[in-house]
């Protein structure tokens, strides 16, 4: 086998562009909300979708939606939506799975977490600093939850 044969055949990956998708920021009850003195309470939502943009081209997103609240009012609400464009070539469709489940949201992820913390500093208020995610942990539990489910489906 030539080498650009072998070159051919070798799995490529290659990230062609991270950008933030979507970005919003609501303090629905400004201004007196900063004269709370109570710590608020955090809920972060996150999520990932991965898109076909063109063959071998993909687009990841990792999105996130913090909630801040004291007692049940609405300190702020953060949605970030941090996408990467991902060229992926020569892969077989189980390593091509992980790599847009795992690998992928792992690259986006820190950029995400700087754009959440940068807002909320923006928007006058502590940092959010979110924890980290274990994606490939993620990709696991999903993987077992969807072969026990098609293994319950076909008893």
Not at 8 to 29: A, C, G, R, W
Not at 73 to 97: C, P, T, Y
Request: hydrophobic share 45%; aromatic share 8%; with cysteine.
């Amino acid at each position: 086998m030539s080498d650009e044969t072998q070159q051919n055949t070798q799995p490529q990956f290659s990230m062609e562009k991270i950008y933030v998708k979507d970005l919003s920021l609501e303090v629905p009850h400004s201004p007196k909300i900063f004269l709370e003195r109570a710590n608020p309470q955090i809920d972060v939502q996150l999520h990932t979708q991965t898109y076909l943009v063109e063959a071998d081209v993909h687009e990841v997103v990792v999105m996130t939606t913090v909630t801040a609240k004291v007692e049940e009012k609405v300190m702020f609400l953060i949605e970030a939506k941090q996408a990467g464009i991902f060229r992926m070539s020569n892969m077989s469709a189980e390593d091509l799975e992980q790599v847009l489940a795992v690998l992928c949201p792992n690259i986006l992820f820190p950029y995400l977490r700087e754009v959440v913390s940068d807002v909320a500093i923006r928007g006058g208020f502590a940092p959010v600093l979110l924890n980290p995610i274990n994606f490939d942990m993620i990709y696991q539990q999903q993987k077992r939850q969807l072969n026990a489910a098609s293994t319950a489906t076909a008893h």
